[in-house]
């Protein structure tokens, strides 16, 4: 079982950055895909980005030009670098690993195996 930790949650003005991270407690057994997640009690998750083995990428509409995600596989980290925060964005940040297998949820041609505890991020107005 991998564990996956996120890192580097808080409170932010609008308009103030934040980078969270998250690492995996064994990058070995990961697929070709992370991401994060977003999500705000009594509302759907929402992807916010995700990243594949050849270093694609893909972002929640919100997340477009304002997040960028970043994979390091010498130090078993995701990234997401958070500009031009609103408070819209205040959510619980997830980060998920594909396993490359079948199992798990799919978003965007990924299997989503491992979940992270998540991440609180707070924009106030």
């Known amino acids: 079982q991998v564990l996956l930790a996120e890192s580097g949650g808080g409170s932010v003005e609008a308009g103030g950055s934040l980078k969270i991270s998250c690492v995996a407690s064994?990058?070995?057994?990961?697929?070709?895909?992370m991401g994060w997640f977003r999500q705000v009690p009594g509302k759907e998750r929402e992807v916010v980005a995700i990243?594949?083995?050849?270093?694609?990428?893909i972002y929640g509409d919100f997340a477009k030009g304002r997040f960028t995600i970043s994979r390091d596989n010498a130090k078993n980290s995701l990234d997401l670098q958070m500009n031009s925060l609103k408070p819209v964005d205040t959510a619980t940040y997830t980060c998920?690993?594909?396993?490359?297998?079948?199992?798990?949820?799919?978003?965007?041609?990924?299997?989503?195996?491992?979940w992270g505890q998540g991440t609180q991020v707070t924009v106030s107005s």
């Open positions: 998920a690993a594909s396993a490359g297998s079948s199992r798990g949820e799919l978003y965007f041609g990924c299997r989503f195996a491992y």
């Open positions: 064994d990058y070995t057994s990961l697929g070709s895909c």
């Open positions: 990243i594949y083995g050849d270093g694609g990428t």
